[in-house]
């Protein structure tokens, strides 16, 4: 700056040039770029007892709104703290419920969810899911198979000090492990077969839809025009061919309903059931993660466990009826629809 300074009170002409030469070379190449550090949540981790957050929730047990939103990002902060859960477990089933239930409460601690068993299912859910996340960019961003396990492992604790190195250490352990590779291959595979991608980015299908409904004088989307708005672009162009023939079908059927009326709370009747199917797998699509309801009574989980059940019943009656024979009750087990199975007991 001083040797520019100079130039244009000895020599202004030379001075203007250099100015134009970097004044071009800034805009041809443009400012730095700032790249946007993690997510912290600073203020809302500093917030005290007297403060809380008061959280909205649909009718599916989801956080909608802004509030919502906040605390979907402070869950993703919560378990990304090596304090509060390890990266070292294989699966989020394998993590002690003790420490779920420790992370709840801090939860609660800050936001004020209406407490039932759907809300609290929903926020374990998502704990597990964002954990699952924060391994993945961890891989992403750290696995070099040309690298040995202790230079990965002094990488990243070095770039990210939320990184514990014990616990990274055996997570890299793994990946390198042929079951893990083998595992990646059949998840990549599996990645591609996907079709109909959504755009929607981070936000949720329920916060999508509350906004929706806002906009709409309170009358929530269909699911049909959830698949829409999902599954178009800004520019108006549909993320896919397959995706766009189901969207050109659901236009015909909502230009059909003006004249024939679709009850779209009827998940088995919608406007989307009608183009995609019924649902599968026990989840009900378009609506965000949630348990749709059993087919036809219990779950074969369930079947089993009411079948052992029986079966114990069973035995322990045959076990009473051996040593108080006049006991009746056969009778008594038939009253509850449980088949009495004789047997000697030996």
Same mark, same amino acid.
């Given at each position: ?39 912290? #949540?600073?203020? %809302? !981790? &500093?917030?005290?007892?007297?403060? *809380? ?10 956080? $909608? ?64 899911? #964002?954990?699952? %996340? !924060? &391994?993945?960019?961890?891989?992403? *961003? ?10 990965? $492992? ?193």
């Amino acid at each position: 700056m001083f040797l520019l300074n100079y130039l244009y009170k000895n020599c202004r002409p030379f001075a203007e040039l250099i100015l134009q030469i970097w004044s071009y070379e800034i805009y041809k190449i443009g400012a730095p770029k700032k790249v946007r550090g993690y997510t912290q #949540k600073s203020e %809302t !981790w &500093k917030m005290n007892s007297t403060q *809380r957050i008061v959280v909205t929730f649909n009718n599916f047990g989801k956080p $909608v709104g802004d509030e919502g939103n906040e605390l979907v990002q402070y869950l993703g902060t919560l378990v990304r703290m090596a304090d509060h859960v390890s990266i070292e477990y294989s699966d989020w089933r394998k993590v002690p419920i003790q420490k779920k239930e420790d992370m709840y409460s801090l939860v609660k601690f800050i936001f004020h969810p209406v407490e039932t068993s759907e809300i609290k299912k929903w926020i374990f859910h998502s704990m597990g899911k #964002k954990w699952r %996340t !924060w &391994k993945g960019s961890l891989k992403t *961003r750290a696995y070099d198979p040309s690298l040995s396990i202790d230079e990965i $492992v002094t990488q990243q604790t070095k770039k990210d000090n939320r990184v514990n190195p014990t616990q990274f250490k055996e997570l890299v352990t793994r990946w390198f492990t042929s079951e893990f590779q083998s595992t990646c291959v059949v998840k990549r595979m599996s990645r591609e077969k996907m079709h109909e991608p959504h755009v929607t980015g981070t936000k949720s299908f329920a916060r999508l839809a509350h906004e929706m409904a806002i906009n709409n004088n309170g009358v929530y989307p269909s699911r049909g025009e959830m698949y829409v708005t999902t599954r178009t672009r800004k520019d108006g162009s549909i993320v896919d061919d397959k995706a766009a023939e189901v969207v050109a079908s659901l236009k015909a059927i909502a230009s059909d309903s003006i004249s024939t009326p679709i009850d779209s709370s009827d998940i088995t009747n919608d406007d989307y059931s009608k183009v995609k199917g019924p649902e599968k797998r026990g989840y009900v699509r378009l609506v965000g993660r949630m348990p749709a309801a059993k087919k036809n009574g219990d779950s074969s989980s369930d079947s089993q466990t009411i079948h052992q059940l029986k079966s114990v019943v069973n035995v322990m009656a045959n076990i009473i009826q051996e040593h108080i024979p006049n006991a009746n009750l056969s009778a008594v087990l038939r009253n509850m629809n449980i088949e009495v199975i004789t047997c000697t007991i030996t």
